[in-house]
């Protein structure tokens, strides 16, 4: 896949099921591994979904028999995306 670039300041390099994401101004480049990288997808594909609905969105791509905590696991990695500022708050 070529570079994407999903916002201004932010480009993006796939392969596969995994990413790194490079921030044009902060300089700043951060690996996202298969979960991390589908999980920061489903944000940018449903910027309104709530913690709850990513994690069951993330599930359902996962095809998991345990949906609790795929959305526990999701809180964890918003949190960290969300510090490292790939991803804003509302």
Known sequence: MDWET??????I????????V???LSGDTHYLKPLT???YQ???EHP???????????AARLKT?????VRELAEDVLAQLH????LQSP
Not at 6 to 11: A, I, K, N
Not at 48 to 58: R, V
Not at 65 to 69: E, F, G, W, Y
């Open 6 to 11: 999903p916002s201004r300041t932010r480009l």
């Open 42 to 44: 489903i944000c940018r």
């Open 65 to 69: 028999a345990d949906p609790a905590q």
């Open 83 to 86: 510090q490292i500022g790939l």
């Open 13 to 20: 390099k796939a392969w596969g099921d995994e990413a790194v």
């Open 22 to 24: 490079y921030d044009t």
């Open 48 to 58: 309104g979904y709530t913690a709850d609905q990513a994690g069951d969105a993330l």
């Open 37 to 39: 990288f589908a999980l």
